[in-house]
């Protein structure tokens, strides 16, 4: 146990030099390799707005997320509801299933082989959470993988700050009104050619400012663009 304590602090260690989020999202998946039952989502949460959560990080299973996704579980996703007004960590256990949708979201995740979860929600903003769920085909998540599971989970929210945060600034970075359009259609899930024809461009104009704005923010993906833009209150959506 305490060779894997002293493993797991070391790969939290290793995050804080983490460059950008991938490098830090890679970091964290380390870590759950040596715990080996876990899997998890990270993501932002809008404290108020039910249908404004973007994912940042994801180990589950390809096909469950596109299921998830298909079905716009994120908007009745129970676990995802219970951050809004929780501000400690929790478990699957205390997590209010409210509605026949939410009952059967849960069964068909149970029916997938995950059995507990553990949630932590983490402010990134007046508006906005980062919350981190993890996922075990375990009965119970025992407290030693909790306590370092924590760990790794406050060390990600310290540097996911330190990153979105360190090297820009709402001051020092400016979109175009063109530039906002595109990268809110973003936000809703629209792709490039949808965004062309909504704002009746050329798809190689809304490629030309999509560049614009990941060039500005510092961003490596239009994902991370839109989380960025977000945290420093540049679109709203």
Not at 102 to 125: C, H, T, W
Not at 162 to 186: A, F, M, P, Y
Not at 220 to 225: D, K
Request: hydrophobic share 35%; charged share 20%.
């Amino acid at each position: 146990m305490l060779h894997l304590f002293e493993d797991a602090l070391n790969s939290v260690e290793n995050m804080q030099n983490s460059e950008n989020i991938n490098q830090l999202n890679a970091e964290f998946r380390s870590i759950l390799t040596k715990l080996k039952h876990f899997v998890h989502t990270a993501g932002l949460v809008h404290k108020t707005r039910v249908t404004e959560c973007y994912l940042i990080d994801s180990t589950y299973p390809d096909d469950w997320m596109q299921h998830y996704i298909d079905n716009c579980y994120q908007n009745i996703d129970p676990v995802i509801a219970t951050a809004r007004h929780e501000f400690l960590p929790y478990g699957w256990g205390s997590v209010g299933v409210r509605n026949k949708s939410q009952k059967n979201m849960m069964q068909e995740f149970q029916d997938i082989g995950f059995r507990s979860g553990y949630a932590v929600p983490l402010p990134v903003s007046p508006s906005m959470l980062l919350l981190v769920g993890m996922a075990s085909n375990d009965k119970e998540i025992n407290f030693r993988d909790r306590t370092i599971l924590q760990i790794a989970i406050n060390q990600y929210h310290a540097c996911y700050m330190q990153i979105t945060n360190g090297g820009t600034s709402k001051e020092d970075c400016s979109l175009s009104d063109r530039e906002r359009e595109c990268l809110l259609w973003v936000a809703q899930g629209k792709n490039t050619l949808e965004i062309s024809s909504i704002l009746n461009i050329s798809d190689n104009t809304v490629k030309y400012h999509l560049k614009n704005i990941m060039q500005k923010l510092g961003a490596h993906n239009r994902i991370q663009a839109v989380v960025q833009a977000i945290n420093l209150g540049l679109i709203h959506p």
